[in-house]
């Protein structure tokens, strides 16, 4: 719960102070897919999730099946294939969710180079959210985040030209056609 300071003032002479509460041990992920189709506008979907308290001993981060989870959201909400490219992340790769995917005929994935953050898209929305609705906040408790992050995302969400603009600021274009599916 820590928020990123961007921007700060104080007045001359004073050093700026951002009030934070101390760290939790609680944590959020968020998941997150940006869905381009030539012709239609851009597309942010996500879940947040919020996992209990890490002494509990319970994962905290995504499984795969929450990520399977996203996967059928996604092709129900867009009624159509997906072609899915994806950074390396251990759970991505997943022997479960491989033969999940592997299983689907409406959906391939290509994976992107490992230590590669500047081709993924995703990443772009990451980095707006957190110097724009985190940016100089100091959350009261998890639902003061999470409503926070709902809003941030669902603001970036009915934005198709900062979504393109995520997609051209990796420098890949949607006709590609050396990929490779693995």
């Given at each position: 719960m820590t928020p990123p300071t961007r921007r700060t003032?104080?007045?001359?002479?004073?050093?700026?102070?951002?009030?934070?509460r101390g760290r939790s041990q609680r944590r959020f992920s968020i998941a997150a897919l940006t869905c381009y189709r030539p012709g239609h506008r851009s597309r942010l979907?996500?879940?947040?999730?919020?996992?209990?308290?890490?002494?509990?001993?319970?994962?905290?981060?995504?499984a795969w099946t929450d990520y399977r989870d996203l996967l059928i959201a996604a092709h129900h909400q867009l009624g159509g294939p997906l072609v899915l490219i994806w950074d390396n992340l251990n759970v991505h790769r997943?022997?479960?969710?491989?033969?999940?995917?592997?299983?689907?005929d409406w959906l391939r994935?290509?994976?992107?180079?490992?230590?590669?953050?500047?081709?993924?898209?995703?990443?772009?929305?990451?980095?707006?959210?957190?110097?724009s609705s985190q940016a100089n906040r100091a959350f009261t408790d998890?639902?003061?985040?999470?409503?926070?992050?709902?809003?941030?995302?669902?603001?970036?969400?009915?934005?198709?030209?900062?979504?393109?603009?995520?997609?051209?600021a990796t420098g890949l274009n949607l006709t590609t056609s050396r990929l490779q599916a693995r």
């Open positions: 003032w104080s007045r001359r002479g004073h050093t700026p102070v951002v009030t934070v979907i996500y879940r947040p999730k919020r996992h209990p308290d890490h002494r509990s001993g319970q994962r905290r981060s995504f997943d022997a479960r969710l491989r033969a999940f995917i592997d299983a689907q994935v290509y994976y992107l180079p490992p230590y590669a953050p500047d081709l993924n898209p995703v990443e772009s929305i990451w980095s707006l959210l957190r110097r998890p639902e003061h985040l999470l409503g926070t992050l709902r809003r941030g995302l669902r603001r970036l969400q009915y934005r198709r030209e900062v979504i393109d603009g995520c997609l051209a």
